[in-house]
T-cell receptor
Framework: GQQVMQIPQYQHVQEGEDFTTYCNSS?????IQWYKQRPGGHPVFLIQ?????EVKKQKRLTFQFGEAKKNSSLHITATQTTDVGTYFC??????????FGKGTRLSVIA | GAGVSQSPSNKVTEKGKDVELRCDPI?????LYWYRQRLGQGLEFLIY????????KSGLPSDRFSAERTGESVSTLTIQRTQQEDSAVYLC???????????????FGAGTRLSVL
């Protein structure tokens, strides 16, 4: 079935640096969701993108959905230690409502 | 309830034993999902229920795994004859509906950490 690929798998940044994670699908997605999982915690919903070329912002986080609706990105400006965690993208696949990417684990060095 | 509740939070069992994990979804949520997360890995889809429809079992790794849900309430995930490779965190999530739109946002429980010795 359709897979959602995420890169990079890991990212280590100095506090204050920017961070971007990318999500790619082999097929067109009707929508894409992003979740954050803090160390030792459970995934928490961040945002959903539905429209081609959509851009949404949440404070220092910017989410984009590609024009072809096959890729998405999450960009964090000026990372803080509170941004530490794993960021997952997820999209529908066949009859499965959401298939999660493997995630990007972000470490922030103070 | 206020959120998705899972029990037990931790389960240690011996290889070969059966285990039952429970999930209590958010009231009113018709869709319920089970995932497995091995240490440091992503979310592996196992099964989902939508209302009274037949569940999508496409992610279950073997016939040792099964899940039940009565109506739109509690679900149990059963693993028979546990193996060491079953050790993982089992996460449950629920959503208003399963499909396109904001209704399919998933809310996760804290998970059950299963350790098979």
């Amino acid at each position: 079935g359709q897979q959602v690929m995420q890169i990079p798998q890991y990212q280590h940044v100095q506090e204050g640096e920017d961070f971007t994670t990318y999500c790619n699908s082999s097929t067109t997605l009707s929508n894409i969701q992003w979740y954050k999982q803090r160390p030792g915690g459970h995934p928490v919903f961040l945002i959903q993108l539905v429209k081609s070329g959509e851009v949404k912002k949440q404070k220092r986080l910017t989410f984009q959905f590609g024009e072809a609706k096959k890729n998405s990105s999450l960009h964090i400006t000026a990372t803080q230690t509170t941004d530490v965690g794993t960021y997952f993208c997820a999209g529908p696949s066949g009859n499965t409502p959401l298939v999660f990417g493997k995630g990007t684990r972000l470490s922030v060095i103070a | 309830g206020a959120g998705v509740s899972q029990s037990p939070s931790n389960k240690v069992t011996e290889k070969g034993k059966d285990v039952e994990l429970r999930c209590d979804p958010i009231s009113g949520h018709t869709a319920l999902y089970w995932y497995r997360q091995r240490l440091g890995q992503g979310l592996e889809f196992l099964i989902y229920f939508q209302g009274n429809s037949a569940p999508d079992k496409s992610g279950l790794p073997s016939d040792r795994f099964s899940a039940e849900r009565t109506g739109e309430s509690v679900s149990t995930l059963t693993i028979q004859r546990t193996q060491q490779e079953d050790s993982a965190v089992y996460l449950c999530a629920s959503s208003l509906v399963a499909g396109v739109g904001t209704g399919n946002i998933q809310y996760f429980g804290a998970g059950t950490r299963l350790s098979v010795l």
